[in-house]
């Protein structure tokens, strides 16, 4: 007889281990508290109709290296790839940008007098990333099967970004890293911030920064018609208030972070397990704006206009105070932004001659700060007269990210913050199990963490499969 398993939350998380529980036979149901499946992954029309704008993840790196999601046939499905021509820009105040280019010797030449040491620096994480995709995308093993490139990422792991870009000779470099090392959310003296930009690095070089043609939502549209093909079902508009207003599963798996879990299963877990995850620590959360706009943004540095992300901060040292502030529980007056321009290269995302921008800062956990201004005034400095193409805007605080989508506790995007502990054991040493042998948390809160790749879906559900085979036998 199959057995009956049940997954709660559509994300990228809950969708993967749906799929992996349905691979293996199970009958799955997935209840989606929101209308539309794809929790952060979802692309809607939040400004004006007619316009696509991604709610949460824009650029998709760990979907096409996902050593999980890269098995699927998700192109069967209408799932299509556009990549700019360099996947990242980062304009400065000269008026003239550092482009990273996605071909590794590209990118020597463009670096000039760094290129070399930038060659030297990601190649053999480039070369062997068949091997280090599935290692950094799993729990923190003593036996990697890439030792020394593990070994490699461990020693810059305990670095920080403002270490590791002495050995840049040129600002010009040291603020492009800058820029990849400021996705941990971190204070560039932490360690990690070098690993976390390093990886980012490597990632462009090694599988580009792609958009999918049509917004995230293809990717969730994609992973939902596999799973209908598997036999698996997503229920929409269905919030678990309870599990124990469920009928009976053999297994639950929860695309839910910590505070979730605690409240929909907490009557069946553990005094000390739930004591655990009341431990646990959320990350700084975001401050994002979608964009209806008339024309392409007015780049001062026409190589903005080749690629789809945008970085804007400035030099290193513009981009380390605004993350600093952010750290302290403050707020930037010259926050860093992140920010997309993905119509520029899929027209399908806005009406002709129209164009759509996605952009964030990093803010305290829950702020209530209006960072509008500081934002608009970020992209201004680099493309004058911005303001006067925005035919309509969205604007989400910390606290309206997480009515859309309850994982984004406080506008956290990563699903918890990623010191070493919760780099090493997340959400507890028990990583996808619980106290409760039927029931496993399977987000982002798990390992590796945020990012739309699946892979804390996929290890959740082979834990809970291998599991349950053993309870059989
Ligand atoms: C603004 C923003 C920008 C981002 N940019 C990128 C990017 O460019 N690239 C990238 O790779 N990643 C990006 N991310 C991160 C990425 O989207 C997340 O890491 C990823 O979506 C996590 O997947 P998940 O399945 O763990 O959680 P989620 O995607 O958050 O999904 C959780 C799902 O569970 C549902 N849910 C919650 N509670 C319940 C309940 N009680 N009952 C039923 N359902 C429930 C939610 O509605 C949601 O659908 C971004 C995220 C945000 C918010």
């Known amino acids: 007889m199959s057995r009956k398993a049940c997954v709660i939350g559509a994300g990228p998380n809950g969708l993967a281990a749906a799929i992996v529980l349905a691979q293996a036979g199970s009958q799955v149901e997935v209840f989606e508290a ?41 192109e ?40 070399k040491t930038w060659r030297k620096l990601m190649a053999p994480f480039v070369e062997g990333w068949s091997e280090f995709a599935p290692e950094v995308l799993r729990p923190v093993h003593l036996l990697p099967r890439c030792p020394l490139l593990m070994a490699r990422l461990g020693w810059h792991a305990l670095s920080s970004a403002k270490s590791l870009v002495r050995r840049f000779g040129n600002s010009r470099t040291r603020a492009l890293f800058a820029g990849l090392a400021a996705h941990s959310f971190l204070s560039l003296d932490e360690s ?40 698996g079902r997503v229920k929409t508009a269905a919030r678990v208030e309870s599990l124990s207003a469920l009928p009976h599963y053999d297994v639950t798996l929860c695309d839910l972070t910590p505070r979730q879990l605690l409240r929909v299963a907490g009557d069946r877990l553990s005094r000390s397990y739930q004591h655990r ?6 990350g700084p959360g975001v401050f994002k704006v979608d964009y209806a706009l008339a024309r392409p943004i007015p780049w001062k540095a026409r190589e903005c206009l080749r690629a789809a992300t945008i970085h804007l901060g400035g030099s290193f040292e513009d981009i380390a105070a605004s993350e600093e502030a952010m750290r302290k529980g403050k707020h930037a007056d010259r926050p860093f ?9 899929d027209a399908t995302r806005a009406p002709e001659g129209k164009h759509t921008a996605w952009a964030y800062c990093h803010v305290p956990n829950g702020s209530r700060v209006d960072m509008l201004g500081k934002l608009e005034d970020q992209i201004e400095r680099f493309a004058p007269g911005f303001r006067d193409c925005v035919l309509a805007r969205r604007v989400f605080s910390p606290a309206q990210l997480e009515e859309m989508d309850a994982n984004l506790v406080g506008g956290d995007i990563g699903g918890g913050a990623m010191n070493f502990r919760q780099f090493l054991f997340r959400p507890t040493w028990r990583q996808y199990a619980t106290s409760a042998r039927d ?35």
């Open 34 to 74: 929101e209308p539309t499946p794809g929790g952060a992954a979802r692309t809607l029309e939040l400004t004006q109709p007619g316009f696509l704008h991604d709610f949460g993840s824009a650029v998709h790196p760990w979907v096409v290296g996902s050593p999980f999601f890269s098995t699927l046939p998700l």
């Open 76 to 115: 069967d499905y209408g799932l299509q790839w556009v990549h700019s021509p360099a996947p990242l820009a980062h304009p400065l105040d000269d008026g003239t940008a550092v482009t990273l280019e996605r071909d590794l010797h590209d990118a020597e030449a463009a670096l000039g007098s760094d290129g």
């Open 192 to 231: 990690l911030t070098a690993a976390f930009g390093l990886l980012l690095g490597v990632a462009a070089h090694a599988v580009g920064w792609p958009l999918p043609r049509g917004g995230s939502q293809s990717i969730s549209n994609a992973l939902c018609a596999h799973l209908a093909k598997l036999g």
């Open 277 to 282: 995850l009341e431990n646990y620590r959320y």
């Open 337 to 345: 932004v992140l920010l997309a321009q993905p119509s520029l290269f």
């Open 439 to 473: 029931i496993y948390i399977c987000s982002s809160s798990t390992p590796p963490g945020g990012g739309v790749h699946g892979m804390c879906g996929y290890h959740a559900a082979r834990m809970a499969l291998s599991r349950l085979s053993t309870s059989l036998r």
